[in-house]
């Protein structure tokens, strides 16, 4: 496997399920993402995890749960949904280049997306 | 704020047409741009990035861009379109990145559907 991997690629749940997207990267990147792609509006970045560690929860409601276990590996648990959450979710990766000043430029790596449509 | 627009929601060109997709951002800082193309059902492909220098840059698939910070614009072109790449199209930009906080963070515009004519 290369590149970003996401399962599943079509998700159907009730509001009352719990399921979850699962996200692997095969670069050895040091950052994932999730990104929600509804249709009409720009992508929305949801969480950043750098080292693993989450940097950025982007005012996200709680039924969305992320999960980081180690670098490669990305999870978003999902429970009690409303429709309004059906859209496309993408995962993505970077390497993050630690400079002198702690900076770099942020080249994302997307994976397929999973789709999710809640009844 | 930082932003970006794509003015064009659907653009339609006849193969073999030339393509130009546009994109103008607002940003703070030293922009990182970016294009990117997402395929029915799939992910989103980096088609070309700028950083610096040389503010004409060359993508895959004979996509080009050109950075024109007066106008803070950074338009995608490419000469002779292909109906394979019927397809979207996103820009975005972003800054230096520092660790454990959101600056680089890519911000996308909307999206350009892209149809091309047989």
Request: aromatic share 10%; glycine share 8%; charged share 15%.
């Given at each position: ?119 | ?20 997709l ?13 294009w990117?193309v ?50 979207e199209y996103f ?21 350009t559907?892209l149809?091309?004519?047989?």
């Amino acid at each position: 496997e290369t590149g970003v991997t996401q399962t599943p690629r079509h998700l159907v749940m009730g509001m009352t399920n719990k399921k979850s997207l699962k996200c692997e990267q095969h670069l050895g990147h040091n950052a994932m993402y999730w990104y929600k792609q509804s249709a009409k509006k720009p992508l929305e970045l949801m969480f950043v995890y750098n080292f693993k560690e989450q940097t950025e929860n982007n005012s996200v409601p709680s039924r969305f749960s992320p999960e980081c276990p180690n670098s490669s590996h990305l999870f978003l648990h999902l429970h009690t949904l409303q429709p309004e959450d059906s859209a496309l979710y993408l995962c993505a990766s970077s390497q993050v280049r630690l400079g002198s000043n702690r900076s770099g430029a942020n080249v994302l790596t997307f994976g397929a997306g999973s789709r999710l449509t809640v009844l | 704020a930082q932003s970006v627009t794509q003015p064009d929601i659907h653009i339609t060109v006849s193969e073999g047409a030339s393509l130009e997709l546009r994109c103008n951002y607002s940003y703070g800082a030293t922009p990182y741009l970016f294009w990117y193309v997402q395929s029915p059902g799939q992910g989103l492909q980096l088609l070309l990035k700028y950083f610096s220098g040389d503010t004409l840059v060359q993508g895959i698939k004979g996509f080009e861009a050109e950075f024109k910070r007066s106008q803070s614009s950074f338009n995608l072109r490419k000469p002779s379109v292909h109906w394979s790449d019927a397809a979207e199209y996103f820009c975005a930009v972003g800054g230096l990145r520092n660790y454990g906080g959101s600056q680089g963070n890519l911000i996308f515009g909307k999206g350009t559907k892209l149809s091309v004519k047989p």
